[in-house]
């Protein structure tokens, strides 16, 4: 059956069923990619958790991280000259 051959029932029907393409469809939670403000990217196992202006304040929140979960692979990634710093426990 033809679209010019259905009654106007079985065409508001096919409409119904389509989805709307105005609708935005939402991301499912905890999917929504944040968007990068800043230089350096503090990862955990090669996952970017977060991004701050300056590399001091990526680097307390990584040893942070890195204290609390010594387990863990934590870098500080420089976005502008593509180098990753690896954050080791302070020796005693």
């Known amino acids: 059956m033809e679209y ?6 079985q065409a508001s ?12 469809v939402p991301n499912p939670p905890g999917q929504s990619k944040q968007p990068e403000t800043g ?9 970017t958790k977060a ?20 387990i863990v692979q934590v870098a500080v990634y420089n976005a502008a000259g593509d180098i990753r710093k690896f954050i ?3 020796k005693d």
Do not use: C, N
């Not at 230089?39 to 996952?47: I, P, S």
């Open 4 to 9: 010019s051959d259905m009654t106007l029932t």
């Open 51 to 70: 991004s701050y202006v300056t590399y001091e304040a990526a680097e307390r929140a990584g040893l942070a991280i890195k204290q609390s979960h010594p």
């Open 39 to 47: 230089q350096f990217r503090l990862q955990v196992d090669r996952q």
């Open 13 to 24: 029907r096919i409409k119904d069923k389509l989805p709307d393409t105005a609708e935005p």
């Open 88 to 90: 080791e426990l302070p």
